[in-house]
């Protein structure tokens, strides 16, 4: 009796371990494999509020941690007016946090999400591939 719950134990566990691989491997193939379904479900999710605000402070927040726009306003200030440059990077953060989610909804920034998002999957598979 004890070497037939061993052995149904067992055989439950390589079910639920096959079928978890299965369900993975269609995925893989279906979603992670196919550029056409992979373009149009990073497509939705920039179409998602909530996705769209957290990528757009995200590139924002990075953006401007880096100090390149405020490095960038002192080379384009004149030299008397450098003291500025870093006020002037944090006003000008504030104004690209408020804007870059409806930047990112427009259909401009769709479109060159989708083609990003074709050539990175593209260039994915190839490395898979080989």
């Known amino acids: 009796m004890r ?3 061993i ?3 067992a055989l439950l566990v390589v079910g639920t371990l ?4 299965f369900g993975l491997g269609l995925w893989a193939n279906r979603q992670a494999l196919e550029t056409d379904n992979w373009v149009e479900t990073s497509g939705e999710l920039l179409e ?3 996705v769209r605000t957290a990528l757009a ?3 924002v927040d990075q953006l ?3 100090e390149a726009v405020k490095d960038r306003l002192e080379e384009v200030l004149p030299p008397r007016l ?3 440059a870093a006020p002037a990077a944090a006003g000008l953060k504030e ?4 804007n870059a989610p409806r930047v990112l909804g427009s259909a401009a920034a769709l479109n060159a999400w989708e083609a990003a998002n074709r050539t990175a999957h593209r260039e994915l598979l190839t490395i898979v591939e080989e």
């Open 82 to 84: 450098d003291g500025l």
């Open 95 to 98: 104004i690209a946090r408020r």
């Open 57 to 59: 402070v995200f590139i």
């Open 18 to 21: 096959l079928w978890t691989a």
């Open 64 to 66: 401007y941690d880096s």
């Open 48 to 50: 998602n509020e909530a």
């Open 3 to 5: 070497s037939r719950s």
């Open 7 to 9: 052995g149904v134990a």
